[in-house]
C-alpha cells in the first residue's frame, strides 16, 4: 500500500459495503496478499433481514474458514423447508435427498451475528475495515473508476485502486453512478416482519430448523427459527395489497389464513416494538463490470427472497469477482475477465429469477407440484434451489426454466455459463438411472 498524501491512499482493490457479498470478496482477495480497503457506512452489528441460507452456502463458509466457528457458536441447522398451502395442502423440501458429497443442510443465520463473524474473516485475512466510513463519490479518469471519496470521522479521504468492487448493496454506488439499474417492474412486492421471542417448540409443526412456509392465493408467509426460541416471521404481499391496510393488520390477516404458521407463534412474544417493512422489488444491471469496477450481490442484482438465495449469490458473486481481479492481476486479459464475470452472474441470477418468476405463475405457487410432474423433477428441483443455477441444458428444471421466453431478465444476450462452481462434478445428472428413483 503506497501512501498519496495525507488523506489519499493506494490499494489493490476497495471494496464498497462489508455485507456478505463485500466482505467475502475482501477476504478472497486478502487471503491471497492483495491489500484491500473495505469501507462501510455504518458500524457492525447491524440488523439486516435474510436469515434463511441454501444448502449450497455451506460449502463456501467451509472454503473461506469460517464453518466451524457457524457450528460452535450454535446457528441452528435448517434441514428443509416446510410447505403449507392454505388449502390444507403439506409439502416438504428435505436437504438429506441431495445428491451423495453435498451438504445436506442449510443454517438460519441472524444476520446482525452472521455478518460480523464475515467481517472478522476478512479483517483477520488482512483487509483494512473502516466502519462509519460512507462512500460519497467515485473517481474517475476518463470512462475508468479509479478511486473512491469517502468520509471518515468527519474528514475527506480519497482512495485509490484499480479495482473497486461495489458490493453497497440497496445504495448500489456504481449502478447508479452509470444508471445500470432496471427495476423490474412485474416483481413489486413489500415484506412486512418481525421477531418472535419465547417461541415453544411444542408449538413447532414441522421438523425443528425447517424453514416453514406457507402460501394462500394472495401473498406468502416464513417462519425462520433463529434460536430455540426466537423466529423470523415474514409476510410478503404485493404493492397493492399492501396499501389496503396498516403493515399489522396485513400482516395478522395473512397469519390468521395459514393456521400451521399461526400456531407456531401461540404464546411467543414480539421483540420488535413496530413490525419492520422492506421492499421487496427486483433489480437488475445490465452490465456487472467495466472499466476499474465490478458489482456484486445486491449492488448488482436483487430477486425476491422466495428461495432465499440473496446471500448465497451475493457470497458467490463477492468470490468470483476477487477471483477475476486476482486473474487480472496474474495477466489474464482485462476485458474477458470481465465478460466471463459477467456471464458467470447472469446465468446464475437469471436461472435464479426463472424460479422466481416459476413460483409466482404456479397455481397457489406451488411449484412443488410443477416440477414433480417432470422425470427427475423433484431431485433437480430440489439441486437448483439448493444452489446448482449453472446446471447443464438436459437439467429439466433448468431447461424449462430457460425455455420461457418471458422470463428472461437480461435484455442483452449471454453466454451461458454451464458447471456449479460449488459442487463441479457432484450432483444429480439425467443419465442417473438413480435420477427417478425418489420421485
Ligand atoms: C424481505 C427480505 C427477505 C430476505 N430473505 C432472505 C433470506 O431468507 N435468505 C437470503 O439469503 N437472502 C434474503 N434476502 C436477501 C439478502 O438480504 C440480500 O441478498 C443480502 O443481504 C445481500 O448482501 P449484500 O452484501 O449484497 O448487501 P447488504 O447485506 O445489504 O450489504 C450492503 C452494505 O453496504 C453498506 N453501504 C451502503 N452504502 C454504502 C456507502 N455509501 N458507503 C459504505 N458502505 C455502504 C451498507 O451499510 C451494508 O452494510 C432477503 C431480502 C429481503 C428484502
Same mark, same amino acid.
Given at each position: 500500500?503506497?501512501?498519496?498524501?495525507? $488523506?489519499?491512499?493506494?490499494? &489493490?482493490?476497495?471494496?464498497?459495503?462489508?455485507?456478505?457479498?463485500?466482505?467475502?470478496?475482501?477476504?478472497?482477495?486478502?487471503?491471497?496478499?492483495?491489500?484491500?480497503?473495505?469501507?462501510?457506512?455504518?458500524?457492525?452489528?447491524?440488523?439486516?433481514?435474510?436469515?434463511?441460507?441454501? %444448502?449450497?452456502?455451506?460449502?463456501?463458509?467451509?472454503?473461506?474458514?469460517?464453518?466451524?466457528?457457524?457450528? +460452535?457458536?450454535?446457528?441452528?441447522?435448517?434441514?428443509?423447508?416446510?410447505?403449507?398451502?392454505?388449502?390444507?395442502?403439506?409439502?416438504?423440501? $428435505?436437504?438429506?435427498?441431495?445428491?451423495?458429497?453435498?451438504?445436506?443442510?442449510?443454517?438460519?443465520?441472524?444476520?446482525?451475528?452472521?455478518?460480523?463473524?464475515?467481517?472478522?474473516? #476478512?479483517?483477520?485475512?488482512?483487509?483494512? *475495515?473502516?466502519?462509519? @466510513?460512507?462512500?460519497? &463519490?467515485?473517481? *474517475?479518469?476518463?470512462?475508468?473508476?479509479?478511486?473512491?471519496?469517502?468520509?471518515?470521522?468527519?474528514?475527506?479521504?480519497? @482512495?485509490?485502486?484499480?479495482?473497486?468492487?461495489? #458490493?453497497?448493496?440497496?445504495?448500489?454506488?456504481?449502478?447508479?453512478? !452509470?444508471?445500470?439499474?432496471?427495476?423490474? %417492474?412485474?416483481?413489486? $412486492?413489500?415484506?412486512?416482519?418481525?421477531?418472535?421471542?419465547?417461541?415453544?417448540?411444542?408449538?413447532? %409443526?414441522?421438523?425443528?430448523? &425447517?424453514?416453514?412456509?406457507? !402460501?394462500?392465493?394472495?401473498?406468502?408467509?416464513?417462519?425462520?427459527?433463529?434460536?430455540?426460541?426466537?423466529?423470523?416471521?415474514?409476510?410478503?404481499?404485493?404493492?397493492?395489497?399492501?396499501?389496503?391496510? +396498516?403493515?399489522?393488520?396485513?400482516?395478522? #390477516?395473512?397469519?390468521?389464513?395459514? %393456521?400451521?404458521?399461526?400456531?407456531?407463534?401461540?404464546?411467543?412474544?414480539?421483540?420488535?416494538?413496530?413490525?419492520?417493512?422492506?421492499?421487496?422489488?427486483?433489480?437488475?444491471?445490465?452490465?456487472?463490470?467495466?472499466?476499474?469496477?465490478?458489482?456484486?450481490?445486491?449492488? @448488482?442484482? !436483487?430477486? /425476491?427472497?422466495?428461495?432465499?438465495?440473496?446471500?448465497?449469490?451475493?457470497?458467490?458473486?463477492?468470490?468470483?469477482?476477487?477471483?477475476?481481479?486476482? &486473474?487480472?492481476?496474474?495477466?489474464? /486479459?482485462?476485458?474477458?475477465?470481465?465478460?466471463?464475470?459477467?456471464?458467470?452472474?447472469?446465468?446464475?441470477?437469471?436461472?435464479?429469477?426463472?424460479?422466481?418468476? @416459476?413460483?409466482?405463475?404456479?397455481? $397457489?405457487?406451488?411449484?412443488?407440484?410443477?416440477?414433480?410432474? !417432470?422425470?427427475?423433477?423433484?431431485?433437480?428441483?430440489?439441486?437448483?434451489?439448493?444452489?446448482?443455477?449453472?446446471?447443464?441444458?438436459?437439467?429439466?428444471?433448468?431447461?424449462?426454466?430457460?425455455?420461457?421466453?418471458?422470463?428472461?431478465?437480461?435484455?442483452?444476450?449471454?453466454?451461458?455459463?454451464?458447471?456449479?462452481?460449488?459442487?463441479?462434478?457432484?450432483?444429480?445428472?439425467?443419465?442417473?438411472?438413480?435420477?427417478?428413483?425418489?420421485?
Amino acid at each position: 500500500m503506497q501512501k498519496l498524501s495525507k $488523506n489519499t491512499e493506494k490499494f &489493490d482493490a476497495i471494496v464498497i459495503g462489508s455485507g456478505p457479498a463485500g466482505a467475502t470478496s475482501a477476504y478472497t482477495l486478502a487471503s491471497q496478499g492483495y491489500s484491500v480497503l473495505l469501507l462501510e457506512k455504518v458500524e457492525f452489528p447491524r440488523f439486516h433481514i435474510g436469515e434463511s441460507m441454501v %444448502p449450497y452456502i455451506v460449502e463456501i463458509f467451509e472454503k473461506i474458514g469460517i464453518l466451524d466457528r457457524l457450528e +460452535s457458536e450454535g446457528f441452528v441447522r435448517k434441514l428443509g423447508v416446510d410447505i403449507s398451502l392454505s388449502s390444507g395442502e403439506l409439502g416438504r423440501a $428435505n436437504f438429506a435427498d441431495l445428491a451423495a458429497g453435498q451438504k445436506p443442510y442449510a443454517f438460519n443465520l441472524e444476520r446482525c451475528r452472521f455478518d460480523k463473524i464475515l467481517l472478522e474473516n #476478512a479483517e483477520e485475512a488482512g483487509v483494512r *475495515l473502516l466502519q462509519r @466510513a460512507e462512500v460519497k &463519490d467515485l473517481i *474517475l479518469d476518463g470512462d475508468r473508476i479509479v478511486g473512491v471519496e469517502y468520509k471518515y470521522q468527519q474528514q475527506n479521504y480519497q @482512495a485509490m485502486s484499480p479495482f473497486v468492487i461495489d #458490493a453497497s448493496g440497496r445504495a448500489g454506488i456504481v449502478a447508479k453512478h !452509470f444508471k445500470l439499474r432496471k427495476m423490474n %417492474p412485474k416483481l413489486r $412486492n413489500v415484506a412486512i416482519f418481525q421477531q418472535f421471542d419465547n417461541a415453544s417448540e411444542e408449538n413447532n %409443526p414441522a421438523i425443528e430448523g &425447517d424453514l416453514i412456509v406457507g !402460501f394462500h392465493p394472495d401473498g406468502w408467509m416464513w417462519q425462520i427459527p433463529l434460536d430455540d426460541k426466537t423466529i423470523s416471521v415474514g409476510a410478503v404481499v404485493p404493492q397493492t395489497t399492501f396499501k389496503t391496510g +396498516s403493515p399489522q393488520e396485513i400482516f395478522d #390477516a395473512h397469519l390468521s389464513r395459514l %393456521p400451521r404458521l399461526k400456531a407456531r407463534v401461540q404464546g411467543a412474544t414480539p421483540v420488535f416494538e413496530k413490525l419492520k417493512t422492506e421492499l421487496d422489488f427486483c433489480y437488475h444491471s445490465e452490465r456487472f463490470a467495466g472499466l476499474g469496477y465490478f458489482l456484486v450481490g445486491d449492488a @448488482a442484482c !436483487f430477486v /425476491d427472497p422466495q428461495f432465499s438465495g440473496g446471500v448465497y449469490l451475493g457470497m458467490l458473486s463477492g468470490m468470483k469477482a476477487a477471483e477475476a481481479i486476482a &486473474d487480472i492481476f496474474q495477466g489474464k /486479459d482485462e476485458q474477458k475477465a470481465f465478460i466471463d464475470y459477467e456471464n458467470f452472474c447472469k446465468t446464475g441470477y437469471d436461472s435464479y429469477y426463472r424460479l422466481i418468476y @416459476a413460483f409466482y405463475s404456479c397455481e $397457489n405457487y406451488n411449484v412443488l407440484k410443477l416440477f414433480q410432474s !417432470f422425470p427427475g423433477g423433484y431431485k433437480f428441483m430440489l439441486q437448483t434451489m439448493c444452489g446448482d443455477l449453472w446446471g447443464e441444458p438436459d437439467q429439466p428444471v433448468l431447461s424449462y426454466l430457460r425455455s420461457q421466453e418471458q422470463w428472461a431478465t437480461f435484455e442483452e444476450p449471454f453466454e451461458t455459463v454451464y458447471g456449479c462452481p460449488v459442487y463441479p462434478n457432484a450432483g444429480y445428472k439425467v443419465a442417473d438411472e438413480a435420477a427417478d428413483s425418489l420421485c
